[in-house]
């Protein structure tokens, strides 16, 4: 079993930044990708940001230039720093973990951003 403990939400004004961390612990053995996902109220669970095991990266595009994902492999952590948020990156943002024959979410972590 994997659990992930996410933290670093919390209110920011527009504009503002945030550092989402999640780390992963229990039985991991071999990590295809680190990522985060977002959900508001009343839509679907998007992808945000996702980092493989060779760095590679790839964003939504409205987060492009203002998000960066990484990742700490020896610590099983990855990152998500927020910079410039907009009122419509409000949402719970989840981590999410895929290693060889599993998928594991974090219990998410709640992000407003509002003046």
């Known amino acids: 079993q994997v659990h992930l403990v996410e933290s670093g939400g919390g209110l920011v004004q527009p504009g503002g930044s945030l550092r989402l961390s999640c780390a992963a612990s229990?039985?991991?053995?071999?990590?295809?990708?680190m990522g985060w996902f977002r959900q508001a109220p009343g839509e679907e669970r998007e992808l945000v940001a996702r980092?493989?095991?060779?760095?590679?990266?790839n964003y939504r595009d409205s987060v492009k230039g203002r998000f960066t994902i990484s990742r700490d492999s020896a610590k099983n952590t990855v990152y998500l720093q927020m910079n410039s948020l907009k009122a419509e990156d409000t949402a719970v943002y989840y981590c999410?973990?895929?290693?060889?024959?599993?998928?594991?979410w974090g219990q998410g972590t709640q992000v407003t951003v509002s003046s």
């Open positions: 229990g039985t991991i053995f071999s990590i295809y990708t």
């Open positions: 999410n973990v895929v290693q060889y024959g599993s998928e594991h």
């Open positions: 980092i493989r095991t060779d760095g590679s990266t």
